[in-house]
């Protein structure tokens, strides 16, 4: 069971997929301490899940242990070896979001309404329901290929972060330092899509700012 386990978190497979291979594949039958190759199933798939779910994260940890203290018994590994652990999260699943116009003035107009109201500044018109609906309306006619809609969706998130900058800038004196810098950075990024002559240079202020100023899609 522990090797199937093993074989399971390492090939990143599902209960019966790993179960299916294991009757496949005479290594993983002599990594679980067969000494004959096997054409059944060793298991049910569901007895993973019933073995699994008592087992905790503690008992994984205990597993975990008992596997190094086995090799270091048969001197296939070291203690020393043991001291460091190296991390490949190179295919790691991460929660980042494709980088779009629309998204960069929704996410700074939010950061920006709530640096706000966290320092007491009033705001009367946050457009946070409209920005929302836009962003993904700007998602759909993209991939829908209507670009003239989808750039009409782009243009009103910035026209809303454009807002909540005038309203911001009638009350600077209530400002705090770090949201003074906030301020002046998402002004950065409003001002950088009128003026820009070509997509690529206003994808480099864009990529500069996220890079300084952790403008980023949440």
Not at 49 to 77: D, H, M, Q, V, Y
Not at 94 to 119: C, G, M, N, Q, S
Request: hydrophobic residues 35%.
């Amino acid at each position: 069971m522990v090797a199937l386990h093993y074989l399971k978190y390492q090939h990143n497979l599902s209960d019966e997929a790993v179960v299916t291979r294991w009757t496949e594949n005479p290594h993983w039958q002599h990594f679980s301490g067969r000494q004959f190759f096997e054409h059944e199933m060793p298991i049910d798939p569901s007895s993973m899940t019933r073995w699994r779910k008592p087992l905790g994260s503690a008992g994984a940890e205990t597993t975990l242990k008992s596997t190094n203290e086995a090799g270091i018994a048969i001197k296939a590994i070291t203690s020393a070896q043991s001291h460091h652990v190296n991390v490949d999260t190179t295919l790691q699943i991460k929660e980042l979001r494709h980088p779009t116009d629309a998204r960069l003035y929704a996410r700074a107009r939010e950061r920006l309404v709530k640096a706000a109201r966290k320092l007491g500044i009033k705001i009367k018109q946050s457009c946070t329901s409209a920005s929302r609906r836009l962003v993904m309306q700007a998602s759909r006619y993209a991939h829908a290929l209507q670009m003239n809609r989808a750039k009409a969706c782009v243009c009103k998130p910035r026209n809303h972060l454009g807002r909540v900058l005038r309203q911001i800038e009638t009350q600077k004196d209530k400002l705090s330092a770090t949201a003074s810098h906030l301020l002046q950075t998402c002004t950065r990024i409003y001002e950088a899509y009128g003026h820009r002559r070509t997509r690529g240079e206003f994808l480099g202020v864009v990529g500069h700012l996220r890079a300084r100023e952790r403008i980023a899609p949440p």
